[in-house]
């Protein structure tokens, strides 16, 4: 295991990603509310650069407790990475998809120090 310096964590904006190659794999380091999260930049479906999809709230029913649908609503504490190639959704926390949860994104560790993104290899 070793630690790559990503970029200075100021150099990746809010909202923002940055790409790094080691070798022939790419990693994705998204930055969200002022957390860092990477992905191995593989889609487990068909091999699609999945940190380089949107990012959305997840989706929810609204249902009262009579059982009442109120339409669906957006959860913000539930963001999704959206995979460009057919649109397969995985948690930005945890990398599962959220349909299958045998779909897994390749999770690396971050590490913050001294104003730099790091990322365990
Ligand atoms: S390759 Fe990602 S959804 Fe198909």
Known sequence: MSEILVAARDDIPEGGARIIEIGNLEIGVIRHEDAFYAYRNFCPHQGGPVCEGIR?????????????????????????????????????KDGVNVCDARLKLRKYEVTERDGNVYITV
């Open 56 to 92: 959305m709230a997840g989706v929810y029913d609204d249902v009262d407790p009579e059982g009442l649908f109120h339409g669906q609503k957006f959860d913000k504490a539930d963001m999704h990475i959206v995979c460009p190639w057919h649109g397969y959704e995985y948690r930005l």
